[in-house]
């Protein structure tokens, strides 16, 4: 998976990654999950240290939202390694970029970039939540946001897990 940063549908690829926040209440490490196929945040936790445990929650919401299938490959930088009992309670393996690579995990990088560059930083639920997975386009998604993208190409047939 190293340097593929697409995946032919659904919870099959997630990318994560830990940054750092300024908030009014001081600096925030968040940590993230985001679906490649759609670029949509999955999943995000935030904690005013940097530990283990704020991955893990992120990945936690991810699963108990979106129900990945068996096989699902969260992919992240050796900066923020996330917690195997997770995964593997849901059935999924990990996989690392190379160490002091960021191109490893350069999808991550842009939404860290975006979440820092475009977001008033007391509101990061809100820029997440409401302006990022609904109304940010993407060139790599043909211009649509997340939501719009994945209403366009995930079959009504098909379960789709919670979304918000």
């Known amino acids: 998976m190293r340097r593929d940063f697409a995946a032919d549908g659904p ?3 997630w990318f994560a990654g830990i940054t750092y926040v300024r908030t009014r209440q001081g ?18 936790s935030m904690s005013d240290r940097v530990a283990a445990e704020v991955a893990d929650d992120a990945l936690g919401m991810a699963v108990a939202r979106r129900r990945p299938p068996e096989g699902c490959a969260p992919r992240s930088d ?6 195997g009992r997770t995964m593997r309670g849901a059935g999924i393996e990990p996989s690392m970029g190379s160490i002091a690579s960021p191109w490893d995990n350069a999808a991550m990088e842009s939404l860290m970039g975006a979440i ?9 639920f809100e820029y997440i939540e409401c302006f990022y997975n609904r109304v940010g386009t993407h ?7 997340p939501e719009e993208f994945e209403r366009a190409n995930w079959p009504e047939e098909e379960c789709r897990p919670m979304a918000a």
């Open 11 to 13: 919870d099959r690829a």
């Open 139 to 145: 060139s790599a998604l043909g211009y649509l946001s």
């Open 116 to 124: 820092k560059a475009e977001c008033v930083h007391a509101r990061t």
């Open 27 to 44: 600096w925030l490490y968040l940590a993230v999950v985001m679906d490649i196929w759609s670029r949509r945040v999955v999943g995000w």
């Open 78 to 83: 050796h900066g923020s390694l996330l917690l």
